[in-house]
């Protein structure tokens, strides 16, 4: 999970230097002069942003004269990935218009079709419980805070919290994408038995296998 950036991180030296590259590439000469730094407190921040992935070297820049190009830097995708809000109100606006158009038969499909997308990078291998455990780091890795408890001859997925849970607290249909990714990776048909609320906490469950 990538966490987002606060406002008092972009109200900090590195994250004006951040802003001011969101604006345009820029070298360490030009980033000194615009916060009133020096040269070395610059690629001191610099390094610091590079380090937590969040600006990269692009290239160089050749000035007037004849001395060494500078270095010119950049805000990776991570950082606009960081710095955005929008994700979690356009899903929720998405589903709102995806489940008044569609009838339910096609929306359960659509929704099953994307938690299938989503699982595809992992492997399927192993045993039911390593599966499970790879769909729960699937998960969590997403933003939920899961773990997987026995239960009988299968498991349990228990959540703290829901990745989704923008979405789920105002369509709770969202679960069906979890259920579906959960499903293909552990090769077997689990069933949902979520909190869905104003609060939503996962919990799904994992059969034994065939």
Known sequence: M???????????TRGQVLALLRRGARTVEELAGDLGLTDNAIRAHLATLERDGLVKQEGLRRGPGAGKPA???????????????????????????????????????L????????????????????????A???????GGDASLE???????????????????????????????LLSDITG???SQCCHQGSKPQCCFTIPPAA
Not at 83 to 90: G, K
Not at 120 to 131: I, K, N, Y
Not at 136 to 142: M, P
């Open 71 to 109: 270095v010119v830097y950049e805000p990776t995708a991570e950082a606009e990935l960081r710095l955005s809000r929008a994700y979690a109100p356009v899903l929720a606006a998405l589903l709102e218009e995806l489940v008044e158009r569609l009838p339910d038969e096609e929306t359960e499909s």
């Open 2 to 12: 990538l966490p987002g950036l606060s406002r008092r991180f972009m109200e900090s």
């Open 136 to 142: 729960v780091t699937l998960l969590n890795d997403l």
């Open 111 to 134: 929704l099953g079709a994307v938690g299938r997308r989503l699982a595809a990078t992992v492997p399927r291998r192993g045993t039911l419980e390593g599966r499970a455990r790879e």
């Open 188 to 190: 077997v048909p689990v």
């Open 150 to 180: 026995p239960s009988g001859a299968g498991f349990l997925v228990r959540g703290c919290g829901c990745p989704l849970s923008v979405a789920v607290s105002r369509r709770p249909e969202t679960c069906r994408m979890v259920q579906a």
